[in-house]
């Protein structure tokens, strides 16, 4: 079973982007059902037509996925908590079926079986509707009682713009003290400033850290430590010493103060840091030579394939499994090929990354005893 879906950080999406199938932000719209992005300005063509971003969103949704109803049901169980049949029952239901029609195509009981299910799950979606509530209000509460008590870690006032507060309520859905959410090189520069600002609290004045100190407060923060790290230190929050040995913050009068020049050229590698590599990797198991091939828009993602193994929900599950019998240290993760994308004109991205795949299935042949994946996926590529 095991579809995939992308919840940027689990749960960031909204009960609206999960109906829509879709999530925007300020450069691109992404396919939260394979991760897709389309990004804004850019004119698709499809057949005789044009469409912009957000119509050719609807219309990739449509046609790779179906209906976002149709991917969500379709999920595993760890995700989704339904059983087969009621993945089987609410796909019907879906359909307009009868009870009668829905009875003899399951062949469930009587349409009284039929009946009994739909109660179950109306039961189902009420409890969940509830849990949502509980912890809404949960939230909630934490936020006024972190408001209300001083804090020892912040001597400076919580006197953001409302602009600001969204740009952490977007990044730190679980307030300014816990992990950040969707933080890559693609994030916009105005907000990664602002998050380094946030972000910087957690140091103390007059300190002084190694690297490995730095590290450990920033791993549990952001996927990416290495470039909080870095935009710590390109916006002024961080001093370090030139071989980095050693870092501390800086002084309140010197925060945010670059050299001109400096500055320029900060701004110029930080564009290019935006424009993300696609490619294709492996993920090999170095106890048995076992691998998986996966293709990806954006290359810096393979740590989110780590976290879904460490966290055990990949949807490869013969890959977790021994996963979770040999232990991570066991496990390369490696690229194979970065896609080359030319400079201008329409691009196929998505295609050329299928056939990139493609070409290293057939190298590889990673299925059976050699492999995670599937002889289909091939077969699939070839059409």
Not at 68 to 94: C, E, N, P, W
Not at 140 to 157: T, W
Not at 161 to 166: A, I, L, V
Not at 286 to 297: A, C, D, I, Q, Y
Request: glycine share 6%.
């Amino acid at each position: 079973m095991g579809r995939y879906l992308v919840i940027d950080a689990e749960m960031s999406a909204s009960l609206e982007h999960l109906k829509s199938g879709y999530i925007e932000s300020d450069a691109h719209y992404t396919c939260l059902l394979c991760g897709e992005q389309m990004e804004k300005g850019v004119i698709y063509p499809v057949g005789d037509r044009l469409y912009d971003a957000h119509r050719y969103t609807l219309h990739h949704i449509q046609a790779e996925h179906g209906s976002v109803f149709s991917h969500l049901v379709q999920l595993d169980k760890a995700m989704t908590g339904l059983s087969d049949i009621q993945r089987q029952l609410l796909t019907l239901f879906y359909e307009g079926k009868s009870d009668a029609e829905i009875q003899k195509a399951v062949g469930v009981g009587s349409t009284s079986t039929v009946r009994n299910h739909r109660f179950i799950l109306k039961e189902k979606e009420r409890q969940a509707r509830l849990f949502l509530a509980i912890m809404e209000l949960l939230h909630e509460r934490q936020e006024s009682v972190d408001h209300a008590a001083p804090s020892k870690k912040r001597s400076r006032p919580r006197a953001a713009s409302s602009n600001q507060d969204k740009v952490l309520a977007k990044y730190f859905p679980f307030g300014p003290e816990g992990p950040l959410q969707r933080f890559t090189a693609a994030t916009p520069l105005q907000h990664k400033r602002r998050i380094a600002a946030e972000v910087a609290e957690r140091f103390h004045n007059g300190r002084r850290y190694t690297e490995k100190e730095v590290n450990q407060i920033l791993e549990p923060i952001a996927e990416d430590h290495v470039l909080l790290r870095r935009c710590l230190v390109d916006f002024g929050h961080l001093n370090r010493l030139p071989d980095g040995s050693q870092y501390w913050r800086a002084e309140a009068a010197d925060q945010g103060k670059v050299n001109t020049v400096d500055r320029r050229k900060e701004l110029k590698r930080l564009a290019r840091e935006t424009k993300t590599e696609g490619g294709v990797f492996q993920i090999c198991n170095t106890r048995n030579g076992k691998v998986l091939v996966h293709e990806t828009p954006d290359l810096k993602t393979m740590n989110g394939q780590r976290f879904q193994l460490e966290m055990g929900s990949h949807v490869n599950r013969e890959l977790q499994q021994e996963w979770n019998e040999f232990g991570g240290a066991a496990f390369v993760f490696e690229v194979l090929e970065v896609l080359e994308e030319p400079e201008t004109g329409y691009f196929d991205k998505r295609d050329a990354l299928k056939k990139l795949k493609e070409k290293w299935l057939e190298k590889l042949q990673p299925f059976g005893e050699q492999g995670y994946n599937s002889a289909s996926e091939l077969a699939k590529d070839h059409t």
